[in-house]
């Protein structure tokens, strides 16, 4: 079945340094990808997304990449501050299934 | 506009109970889906609902059923409760156009 695999499950970085996270779906037909953030006890949040027929887009700090061929998509985080430390999460809508499949998520914790 | 409203926000029921969620969408938006998150799996994907019929489901046991109501609000059971079931169910609604899923806050189901 669809699957969506994100890396890495935890990842440290210093205030001000830059953060990558990445996924990697498995049905070809899926068409849109959403990034979700989670802070402690509160609801997944959209911080950006995009879609199949788009490359990169950008978001201030943020920016999603697609490279369809491979079936990879990755979230860059620039000038990260403590505030950005929560959960993020990948997920992949396909196109035939009406799905959105979520990543296992990564815990970002921002140094100050 | 309003959120996505998720009713109660703290369940604590006793294994072999049953037990109804009900989520109420975005006004306009009517796909509504489940997902169960737990700290080891993530969220999981349990079922999607537009216009009153199930579109998708996941691989979650019969034990797990839901439906939607002509005014978009969904409900969600889950008979014969488990310990295994104890986690915070998420429903997320989105537009026809708006493949942006908004999350509500959340039930916190305990099972003891």
């Known amino acids: 079945g669809e699957n969506v695999e994100q890396h890495p499950s935890t990842l440290s970085v210093q205030e001000g340094d830059s953060a990558v996270i990445k996924c990697t779906y498995s049905d070809s037909a899926s068409n849109y990808f959403p990034w979700y953030k989670q802070e402690l006890g509160k609801r997944p949040q959209l911080i950006i997304d995009i879609r199949s027929n788009v490359g990169e887009k950008k978001d201030q700090r943020i920016a999603v990449t697609l490279n369809k061929t491979a079936k990879h998509f990755s979230l860059h985080i620039t000038e990260t501050q403590p505030e950005d430390s929560a959960v993020y999460f990948c997920a992949a809508y396909g196109g035939a299934t009406n799905k959105l499949i979520f990543g296992t998520g990564t815990l970002l914790a921002v140094q100050p | ?112």
Not at chain 2, 39 to 67: A, C, D, I, M
Not at chain 2, 75 to 96: I, K
């Open chain 2, 1 to 112: 506009k309003a959120g996505v409203t998720q009713t109660p926000r703290y369940l604590i029921k006793t294994r072999g109970q049953q037990v109804t969620l009900s989520c109420s969408p975005i006004s306009g938006h009517r796909s509504v889906s489940w997902y169960q998150q737990t700290p080891g799996q993530g969220l999981q994907f349990l079922f999607e609902y537009f216009s009153e019929t199930q579109r998708n489901k996941g691989n979650f046991p019969g034990r797990f059923s839901g439906r939607q109501f002509s005014n978009s609000r969904s409900e969600m059971n889950v008979s014969t409760l488990e310990l295994g079931d104890s986690a915070l169910y998420l429903c997320a609604s989105a537009g026809q156009r708006d493949l942006g899923y908004t999350f509500g806050s959340g039930t916190r189901l305990t099972v003891v």
